[in-house]
């Protein structure tokens, strides 16, 4: 599974054009390899859908609101992104975190509206850097995680992609070693045998995100604990976009 999160890039026009072009691309190369989602600002998600419909490529939002409708200025909910075509939808990502004051209980809120409302939600987690050198990632990300999967059914955690971002990897140009990534993404898969079963951890969809680009994708995408990826930066150019794509190919 290869997430663009464009974050707040692109308006109406550059949206349309960049899926343009990557529709093209993946129609001509029959791109079956892997699950393509592209996460738009808001403002760009009913344009989008439009180009990728009967296309293999999906579409994600960015954030939503816990709340079904009402006064709540400035927030769009779970059902408005369903009506814009969202299959997907990016939660307590370390930007909503930092910037907007989301903590877990709002992740875990905003989790189980997503779910109810029929969404998919890609749930990030990650350290810090101070957390990394203070060797904290695993009791930092196994709190992120079980609080945002509280109450959480059997069933639909089926429908749940975590991201493993390391805050100190995302924009930097520093991303985690594949050994480093295999090693969290193992110790979640853990934790998700310990709340859930043996089957549903093996199952589970863990992506990794922070700096990844067309040089590193194909290394950070080999071990078969790491099922994808979530790329910011890189995933703004349909050039850079696509050779990460193919480094699934390539494993
Ligand atoms: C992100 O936005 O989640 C991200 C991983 O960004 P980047 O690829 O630019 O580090």
């Keep these: ?28 190369h029959k791109v079956v390899n892997a699950d393509i989602v592209i996460c738009p600002p808001f403002t760009s998600l009913e344009a989008v859908s439009r180009k990728i419909a009967g296309t293999a490529i999906k579409l994600g939002a960015q954030n939503m609101f816990y709340q079904t409708a009402g006064p709540f200025t400035g927030e769009i909910s779970g059902g408005m992104l369903k009506s814009c075509g969202c299959e997907f939808v990016i939660l307590g990502h370390s930007e909503r975190r930092q910037h907007f004051g989301e903590t877990n209980l709002t992740v875990n809120k905003k989790v189980l509206k997503a779910l109810d409302e029929g969404l998919k939600p890609i749930i990030c987690i990650g350290e810090n850097l101070q957390e990394h050198d203070d060797k904290l990632t695993e009791p930092v990300i196994e709190e992120q995680l079980a609080v945002a999967l509280t109450h959480v059914s059997e069933v639909d955690i089926a429908n749940v992609t975590v991201a493993y971002e390391p805050i100190w990897a995302i924009g930097t140009g520093k991303n985690a070693t594949p050994h480093q990534a295999e090693g969290v993404h193992n110790f979640l898969r853990k934790k998700l045998k310990k709340m859930y079963s043996d089957e549903i951890s093996k199952n589970a969809r863990i992506v990794y995100g922070g700096s990844i680009n067309p040089e590193n994708a194909k290394e950070l995408f080999a071990s ?14 349909v050039e850079s976009f696509v050779k990460i794509i193919n480094s699934t190919h390539l494993i």
């Design 224 to 237: 078969p604990s790491v099922n994808g990826g979530l790329v910011g930066g890189a995933s703004l150019e």
């Design 1 to 28: 599974m290869i997430i663009a999160n464009w974050k707040m890039n692109k308006g109406l026009v550059q949206s349309q054009q960049f899926v343009e072009e990557l529709k093209a691309y993946v129609e001509k």
